[in-house]
């Protein structure tokens, strides 16, 4: 018998196994180890497409509008995504969070506010989308949402479906009135909705990291909230940094720590608070989601939330979540994070109500003793070569950064 008359004969089960075998022989038991449940489930299946290779960005309607929402409001932020640069930037997924929903009907579709949403969600997603945008919409493991609106518990393909149908890009799933359910299964469930329906649709898992979602999420979603909701003032910034940065080890290309969505331009912290509160998300390679409105920008907010050189860090394909490498105890902390190209964005944060002096040697930042050029991200200059052999203490690298503040820098070992 020739060895394929013997694979034709054998019953499919048994082709799985053997087609496991051979891919586990192929990648070493390293590879193969990690997912042996997907192997020998579905052996043929084409790999998922990676989502979310870097954090993702956007602009999403709750930290300013809450309930407010309406298609006016979503088309403007359209139109202004385009012409303030935001979407070249990199803000690409418009989100509408709570409360554009109001019922279901008999068959258990969703139904969008018939009011606020007259033309439909097709038709606002379709001009989302010829902005050159994603869509994307919220809802709810439980029955209701957080602001009462229906839920997707028992609704998930119903749901998968319609939003495949609107051409929804991205949904938010929140956890309100579902702390009785088991949230790795909910949430898988509601991934595994998503696939049948067939459109590529990021999820968003919302839980507030109740139950470690950073342990499972990597797989079911592209990114997880680590913390309870964001305020627009500084004490819920620094609280919300230290929370996510424990985290550090879960994130990486294809899934991401959520810190929440950004209070850039929300009116509630200096500008100092607000460049450190964009500067940290963007070293703890966070999504950053806008959350003021994008139609009313100073000149001041888009110095922040349109910084390129601070963005690539957030952004960059390396995908490493920075931490603190230095913590000092009167208030002054240096962040590190790597970059694909052999660099390091360091941030000097100040806690403290004064200007401080931090420095930083180029040991503790995994740059080699020797010279490296430092680029300023928030000055946007180039502050020359900086030698650090590691002999003398006056070689240190040292910043003044101002009250609640922060220096963010990109330094390359080299001349
Ligand atoms: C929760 C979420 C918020 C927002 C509101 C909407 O609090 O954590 O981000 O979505 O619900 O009701």
Known sequence: MTMTTILRKMAPAAMAIILVAAIFAACGPGKAGKEPAAAATAPAAAPEPILAPVPPMGFNTWNKFGCEVDETLIRQTADVMVETGMLEAGYKYLVIDDCWQVDRGADGRIIADPKRFAGGMKALADYVHSKGLLFGLYTDCGPKTCQGRP?????????????????VDYIKVDWCYADDLDARKEYTSFRDALRRAGHPIVLSICEWGRNDPWTWAKGVGQLWRTTADIGD??????????ANSRHADAAGPGGWNDPDMLEVGNGGMTLDEYKTHFSLWAIMAAPLMAGNDLRAMTEETKSILLNKEVIAVDQD???????????????GQVWMKPLADGSKAVAFVNTTERELAQYVRWSQIGIPAGPAKVRDLWAHEDKGVHTDTGSKYDERFEVKIPAHGVVMVRISPGQ
Do not use: C, K, M
């Open 151 to 167: 839920g997707s518990l028992g609704f998930h393909d119903n749901d998968a479906a319609t939003y495949a149908e609107w051409g």
């Open 233 to 242: 003032n500084w004490e819920s910034v620094v609280w919300i940094i230290g």
């Open 317 to 331: 394909p390396l995908g490493v979540q920075g931490r603190v490498v230095i913590e000092r105890g009167y208030g």
